[in-house]
């Protein structure tokens, strides 16, 4: 399953740290970790980082990402436990995958649908399992207690109260054979990519270990665990010798073991591996580089061609409130979006390496990523046309208003880079720094008193703006007496909330994700966000690790479907 290399720029990643593609199997790589690794448990991981290696070493799930060294083609879904993508009725409220035949587990036993439904059956467990996603929960179509939990309290419920539960997950999680079902709801549109989630995985009911198993291992993939996890210190994975080629279309496998190490600093391991001794040289860090190291590696040719530089699909955005007085008005909220100077903000950060520009909320690896600036306000911001979006508005200036914003030492700089930008277009900023749980902090009530703006961050959850625009925008589901969820600025548009609702329904993807774009410039119009950088990460292998690139789509992290090694 070779895949041809692609030439380096700004847009694309290396295939290989040094030299040729490599397509034969053998050797050991190192993957070298800060860490901790909270849980492999596949209904419980949640660390993006995490999840993305274990899909790619010991996870099937029934579809994923493909493995593509070209950004274009990562945004691709394939089936992975499933022959095919799925197929949904016409309403969008039955899914239905065909399992392949060939896939085993470690003991050599076959992976089936009823494996598939248990995994997904321990997401409703939620006293045992915890800190997973909890998409089961919320789009399959089983019935609700009046406080709004689940009639299905999960695979290790008793009583009879269990077994009316069951078989409500039953019919909404039905098995034929090889045939799995999935009955909604209300239509999804984009469910054939909500299952490529390990929370959709499969779990071997007689390998689970419950609430205890948070660092098991039962592989249905390539690598099986070699013995325990040991935490703080890591584990070796060897191969499943009941893998084969033949049953997994994503995944080459080349290593013969990996040995992932964690507890070690990041600047530690990105200076193990560029030493290149013994160990470095068949060895890649998991975590980016500081910021400090990135501009020096990048600067030395022989360290550059062993270093990828993906963008990670985490944005960092500002959210003005529209319940305070300041940014109640729409032309107010886009003079500060004009205003605002988002190459500073990068600059401060760490430079290039470290982030890049972004009006949208919306990452570049994704299909409704448009490239657009409605406000027309480019990535330096133009503050004299903010000067007269204020003026034009009749407010008196400077326009004073308080931003929050989450304190450290790279936030501090990031956040003040800002203030120049805003002060020369007739905004008077206050910063609050905010130290300790911040985003409980700003989803209180109280904060829409305290604060006239927010800074936040967020990235998608798969390949869709379906998993950005409607958890932060739609009104609908996010703004009660309780606070305002996500929505931190309390953008209501009810308009914006149906068309939400309808772009979610329409069964084409290239159609739908357009949808999305279209839903993304008119918040952008309005004022209801304004984006300033999307992350990027940093990572650096040994002269001997080939085929070296990053997966953008899940989340930047390196790509070990198709990593190798000459020894």
């Given at each position: 399953?070779?895949?041809e290399s692609?030439?380096?720029?700004t847009d694309?990643?290396?295939t290989s740290?040094v030299?040729?593609r490599v ?11 800060l860490?901790?690794?909270?849980t492999?448990?596949p209904?419980?991981i ?5 999840a993305?290696f ?10 994923t ?9 990562q945004?691709e879904?394939v089936?992975d436990l ?15 995958f065909?399992?392949r035949e ?13 494996d598939v439904?248990?995994?997904v059956?321990?997401?409703?467990a939620t ?6 996603p909890?998409?089961?929960?919320a789009?399959?179509?089983i ?5 709004g ?5 999960g ?9 009316s539960?069951?078989e409500s997950?039953?019919?909404a999680v ?9 009955t909604?709801?209300?239509g999804?549109?984009?469910f ?12 071997e ?7 205890e198993g948070?660092?098991?291992v039962?592989?249905a ?9 040991e935490?703080g ?5 060897v191969r499943?010798p009941h893998?084969?080629?033949e ?6 496998a080349?290593?013969d073991?990996?040995r992932?190490q964690?507890g070690l600093?990041t ?13 470095g040289r068949v060895?890649v860090s998991?975590g ?7 501009q020096y590696i990048?600067?030395?040719e022989g ?7 993906p963008r990670t699909?985490?944005v960092d ?6 319940r305070?007085?300041v ?15 988002r190459d500073?903000?990068v600059t ?6 470290a ?6 909320l919306v990452?570049?690896?994704l ?17 004299v046309?903010?000067a007269?979006i204020l003026?034009?508005?009749g ?14 030492a ?7 880079a800002?203030?120049?930008g805003?002060?020369?277009a007739?905004?008077?900023p206050?910063?609050e ?11 209180d009530?109280?904060?829409a008193?305290d604060y006239?703006?927010?800074w ?5 959850a798969?390949a869709s703006?379906?998993?950005i ?6 009104s609908?589901i996010?703004?009660?007496d ?7 600025g309390y953008f ?21 994700e357009?949808?999305?774009a ?6 952008l ?5 304004i984006?300033?950088a999307?992350?990027?990460?940093l ?5 001997d690790v ?6 953008a789509?899940?989340g930047?992290?390196l790509e070990f479907?198709?990593i190798?090694?000459?020894?």
């Amino acid at each position: 399953m070779g895949r041809e290399s692609v030439p380096t720029d700004t847009d694309t990643t290396p295939t290989s740290a040094v030299g040729d593609r490599v397509e034969e199997r053998g050797g050991s790589l190192h993957a070298l970790s800060l860490g901790p690794v909270a849980t492999w448990d596949p209904q419980r991981i949640s660390s993006r980082g995490d999840a993305a290696f274990a899909q790619r070493v010991f996870a099937r799930t029934l579809t994923t990402y493909a493995p593509s060294t070209e950004q274009d083609g990562q945004a691709e879904l394939v089936g992975d436990l499933a022959t095919d993508t799925g197929t949904p009725n016409d309403d969008l409220t039955q899914w239905t995958f065909t399992l392949r035949e060939d896939v085993m587990w470690q003991d050599g036993s076959p992976v089936t649908c009823e494996d598939v439904a248990y995994g997904v059956s321990r997401t409703f467990a939620t006293d045992d399992i915890t800190g997973g996603p909890t998409d089961a929960l919320a789009v399959l179509d089983i019935p609700r207690n009046p406080d709004g939990t689940s009639r299905y309290a999960g695979p290790y419920a008793t009583g009879e109260r269990a077994e009316s539960g069951q078989e409500s997950f039953d019919e909404a999680v039905a098995c034929d054979g090889r045939e799995l079902t999935f009955t909604l709801s209300q239509g999804v549109g984009d469910f054939d990519e909500m299952v490529s989630q390990p929370a959709f995985g499969p779990v071997e009911a007689d390998a689970d270990e419950g609430a205890e198993g948070t660092h098991a291992v039962f592989s249905a993939g390539p690598y099986m665990l070699q013995g325990a996890w040991e935490e703080g210190r890591g584990g070796v994975f060897v191969r499943n010798p009941h893998w084969t080629p033949e049953s997994d279309p994503v995944r080459d496998a080349y290593p013969d073991e990996i040995r992932y190490q964690e507890g070690l600093e990041t600047q530690t391991v990105a200076q193990q591996v560029m030493a290149d001794n013994e160990s470095g040289r068949v060895s890649v860090s998991l975590g980016s580089a500081p910021p400090a190291i990135q501009q020096y590696i990048t600067a030395v040719e022989g360290l550059r061609e062993r270093s990828v530089n993906p963008r990670t699909g985490i944005v960092d955005y500002l959210v003005p409130n529209t319940r305070s007085q300041v940014f109640r008005d729409p032309e107010v909220r886009r003079a500060l979006a004009v205003a605002t100077n988002r190459d500073a903000y990068v600059t401060a950060i760490g430079g290039s390496t470290a982030a890049e520009p972004a009006v949208s909320l919306v990452p570049e690896a994704l299909p409704a990523h448009h490239g657009d600036d409605p406000l027309g306000a480019g990535t330096r911001g133009d503050v004299v046309e903010a000067a007269s979006i204020l003026e034009e508005a009749g407010v008196d200036t400077p326009v004073t208003f308080t931003l929050a914003y989450r304190s450290d030492a790279t936030s501090d700089k990031a956040v003040s880079a800002l203030v120049a930008g805003w002060r020369e277009a007739g905004f008077d900023p206050r910063l609050e720094p905010v130290t300790e749980d911040y985003f409980a902090t700003i989803s209180d009530p109280d904060a829409a008193e305290d604060y006239d703006a927010f800074w936040s961050n967020w990235a998608p959850a798969w390949a869709s703006a379906s998993t950005i625009l409607p958890p932060l925008f739609d009104s609908s589901i996010n703004i009660t007496d309780d606070g305002p969820g996500r929505d931190y600025g309390y953008f209501e548009d009810e308009e914006l909330d149906e068309q939400m609702a309808r772009t979610a329904l329409i069964p084409d993807r290239a159609e739908r994700e357009a949808g999305w774009a279209d839903v993304d410039r008119s918040l952008l119009e309005a004022g209801a966000y304004i984006g300033l950088a999307e992350r990027r990460a940093l990572y650096v292998a040994g002269a001997d690790v080939r085929n070296l690139s990053a997966n953008a789509v899940l989340g930047g992290v390196l790509e070990f479907a198709d990593i190798a090694v000459t020894r």
